[in-house]
């Protein structure tokens, strides 16, 4: 079973975090570091979120740069098209490009990957 760190978990660890509480205090009858496993996804999180970030960024860079280029090797008959083209082609691919992967990075797509185990896992919501 999928478990979620939001809500009563992240008020309790928040608090005991301002009151000096040590992550790795025991709770409970099984002796559980509930908080150290929060922080711990907590890092996980922002990491995943600045990889997705940087991977973003550099893949329309890399969409960009083909795009330019591929668009100059055609060749306009004017420089006013050419810039058209160029612009409307980039305003595009960065639009698009940055929607899907946001989306995917949200998506639970853990049932629709089972074959694809990395995937999986990435993309689970």
Not at 41 to 60: H, R
Not at 88 to 112: H, K, M, Q, R, Y
Request: glycine content about 8%; overall charge negative.
């Amino acid at each position: 079973m999928r478990q979620k760190y939001a809500g009563h978990l992240q008020c309790f660890c928040d608090e005991q975090k301002q009151l000096g509480v040590s992550n790795l205090q025991t709770y409970g009858d099984e002796n559980l570091t509930i908080c150290e496993e929060y922080d711990n996804l907590g890092y996980k999180t922002i990491m995943i979120n600045v990889g997705i970030s940087l991977f973003v960024v550099i893949l329309n860079e890399i969409l960009t740069r083909v795009s330019v280029r591929m668009i100059t090797w055609i060749g306009f008959s004017t420089f006013s098209e050419q810039y058209t083209s160029i612009s409307n082609c980039i305003f595009v691919l960065t639009f698009f490009n940055t929607g899907v992967i946001i989306l995917f990075a949200n998506a639970d797509l853990s049932d629709a990957f089972k074959g694809f185990p990395l995937i999986a896992t990435v993309f689970n919501g």
